[in-house]
């Protein structure tokens, strides 16, 4: 009698063990997650837009003016610019709105070994 109840606790205290926390994996965000995000974090509204087949997302801000995230996120346009004005300056370094739509993170490289992601454009 004694060594069914010592089994039978045994047995409860080993399920309930099991039933402990689970170490799920942290949310890695992409980098058109991490962009979309950037112009939520600075107060801009996101819109999404099809244009040639592609969809596209812009930074709406609270006076009315937009850009393109990437292009928000990048640093060539901000709130208050007329649409497209940064674009036509043409600024090296920054991504377009059609060439942030064409963005693949690479994490096939030797780089992503050490946490670094490698941006293709195609």
């Known amino acids: 009698m004694k060594r069914i ?28 997650d991490q962009i979309s995000l950037y112009c939520l974090d600075h107060e801009g509204n ?3 837009r099809e244009e040639g087949g592609k969809l596209h997302g812009y930074c709406i801000f ?15 346009c901000k709130a208050g610019e007329i649409f497209g004005e940064a674009s036509k300056r043409g ?14 993170v690479n994490s096939g490289s030797a780089e992503a ?3 670094a992601d490698e941006i293709v454009l195609e």
């Open 62 to 76: 609270a006076d009315g003016s937009q850009c393109a995230e990437a292009d928000f996120f990048n640093g060539v």
């Open 113 to 115: 070994d050490s946490g």
């Open 46 to 48: 996101l819109e999404m």
């Open 91 to 104: 600024e090296s370094g920054a991504l377009s709105a059609d060439e942030a739509a064409e963005v693949e």
């Open 5 to 32: 109840r010592f089994v039978l606790i045994t047995l409860s205290v080993l399920s309930f063990a099991g039933c402990g926390l689970q170490n799920t994996p942290e949310f890695q965000p992409s980098l058109q």
